[in-house]
């Protein structure tokens, strides 16, 4: 039984260190990833702020421009609030790569956002980049640690 | 042979699964990622291009507000230059997270940021915080696989 266990570990090790096996595995990782990306980008272009706080792990943070790091779900909560007010909002982003850490138990997404809101009978646009930190969590999802993002566009154009 | 091969690979998986040990690697390998977010500050600080530039991977993207994503060294070197060129420019950066995956080929630094400069003789202050995402080389080095920063102050400030 001893030895049965160990032969199992082993193999699971030797498996493990397979470069094929490794890269179809992190194919599909990166494949959940991805979905996880886009799932948050979903809820949060349907401006739903529990669901978009949801996706973000209980210590996780969003670095937001001009505004200090929101840190814990109460101070994200009330960033994105601040962000769903502003009218008429469209918001989307789409991931370029998503990349899981071979342990799995980390990862990263990077990619490109669009919005516009309008101001004073205005529209605004603006386009930028981001990158988001994630943690696989034990239920199996995937939740945000870090969450980045800046604009493209010079200050004031 | 073979035999005293499987065995040291099996007490290699055994090790390498113990909540101790892995936590025990964890924190030297997050210091020695912690050493590369500070030498890199140092030599961006010092505003050494070549070595600044150089503590990018060659695939890597550096994510500057204001601008679009710059990927590779030769449109790296010339954001990096542009930065340089600012009158009195001072800049510093300290990470207050460092985290490398179990699997150890990624991790990751976050902190803040503080800069100064000259514009008509007047000195103009910035602070914010940043997201480095590394990549271990195969030479055992740390590398910047995407670096993304903004401002904590609105705007116009």
């Known amino acids: 039984m001893v030895f049965s266990r160990l032969t199992a570990a082993l193999c699971f090790c030797i498996l493990a260190a397979s470069p094929v096996l490794a890269a179809s595995g992190q194919t599909g990782a990166s494949t959940a990833l991805r979905a996880a990306d886009s799932g948050w980008a ?10 978009s706080v949801d996706y973000v792990d209980a210590a996780g943070a969003v670095l937001a421009p001009g505004a200090p790091r929101a840190t814990g779900h109460a101070a994200i909560r009330k960033l994105f609030a601040g962000l769903f007010a502003l009218p008429d909002l469209r918001l989307m982003w789409h991931a370029s790569t998503a990349y899981v850490a071979q342990s799995r138990e980390i990862g990263y997404t990077t990619g490109a956002y669009h919005m516009s809101y309008r101001v004073k009978g205005k529209t605004l646009a603006d386009r930028g980049k981001y990158v988001t930190v994630w943690k696989h969590e ?20």
Chains 1, 2 share one sequence.
Do not use: H, Q, R
């Open 42 to 51: 979903n809820v949060f272009s349907a401006k739903n702020l529990t669901a």
């Open 138 to 157: 034990s239920d199996g999802s995937w939740k945000v640690l870090l969450d980045i993002f800046n604009s493209d566009l010079a200050a004031g154009s």
